[in-house]
Every structure is written in structure tokens, then in C-alpha cells.
């Protein structure tokens, strides 16, 4: 077994990993298999983050007015989770094969799934659920204080109380 060292990075022939290693504890090692450690001379999948102090990490960052973008794909599907710059910082689950958000939460908190559905549009109390549709015509109001309230064209049509 033959090892090549430098003073930051080695490799050994036997199994052909590189680390990248300044202080000597293993910090980033590309294995065979394409995987990548930080923090584990072991890893187990592609990319494989490990510390045994705080919480681990995975940081993806822009600092211009550029979408900051994580994403899944297989060979059927894309899905992105970003930070939208076009949509007042909003965060977005993308369906990048549809060209559509699935989910959207604003800088204010309010959650939209889909193109249909809002959730607490309008805080009416602070332990309510609104569900209402983008266009604010359609409500169900579930109201802390026991009662669930539907509304069409902007119009109560029913109520349902605590009594039933």
C-alpha cells in the first residue's frame, strides 16, 4: 500500500479515496463510489455530512438578487425548493417539470398550495385556520372558539357550532 501525502491532501492506492485534511481529522473525503464526506471518512450516500457536535448544515447561499436553489430529480421528475427573488423572497416548492409552484410560503407566513388554495389569508384570530381560495370569494373558517364557517361569494352559507 503506497500513500500519497501533502501537507492538506492524501490518498491511498488501496482504495483510491482523497481527503482533504488540514487539521487531521478526516474533514472531506472523496470515496469511491462518487460520495462525498465532510465530517466522516466513511460515507455512506452521495453526499454525506456528519458532525458529532451542533446540528449539521447544508447551506445554499446566494448574495445577489439570484434564486438560492436546492433540487430533486429523477427520470421522471424535477423539483426545486427555492428562495424567490421574483416573488418577494418567497419560499417555493417548484415543480420544474410542470413550470409550476406547488407551494408557496410569503415573508409574511401566509401558505399557498398550488394555484388554488390559501391558508390563512386573513388572521381572524391568532389559534384560526382560513382556507380560501386565491381569489378570496370561497372561505372555511375554523374559528378557536368553536365554530366552523363557509363562505361562497364572500357571503356566509353555513356554520357549524360547538352545539352541532
Known amino acids: 500500500m503506497s500513500e500519497v501525502k ?4 492524501s490518498s491511498l492506492a488501496s ?27 466513511s460515507p ?20 445577489g438578487a439570484n ?9 421522471s421528475r424535477h423539483y ?34 398550488g394555484n388554488h388554495v390559501v391558508v390563512n389569508d386573513r388572521v381572524e384570530g391568532a389559534n384560526d385556520l382560513v382556507l380560501v381560495t386565491t381569489d378570496s370569494n370561497e372561505k372555511i373558517h375554523m374559528d378557536s372558539d368553536g365554530f366552523i364557517k363557509f363562505e361562497t361569494a364572500g357571503s356566509e352559507r353555513m356554520r357549524i357550532d360547538s352545539s352541532g
Open 15 to 41: 482504495d483510491n479515496d482523497i481527503t482533504l485534511d488540514p487539521d487531521g481529522t478526516g474533514d472531506v473525503v472523496v470515496a469511491s463510489g462518487h460520495k462525498l464526506g465532510v465530517g466522516t471518512t
Open 44 to 63: 455512506s450516500v452521495e453526499a454525506h455530512i456528519q458532525t458529532s457536535s451542533g446540528n449539521p448544515e447544508l447551506r445554499v447561499e446566494s448574495t
Open 67 to 75: 434564486y438560492a436553489t436546492m433540487s430533486v430529480k429523477n427520470s
Open 80 to 113: 426545486s425548493t427555492q428562495i424567490r427573488t421574483d416573488q418577494s423572497n418567497a419560499y417555493v416548492v417548484r415543480d420544474e417539470t410542470g413550470g409550476a409552484n406547488r407551494f408557496l410560503i410569503d415573508t409574511s407566513g401566509k401558505a399557498t398550495f
Open 6 to 9: 501533502t501537507n492538506k491532501i
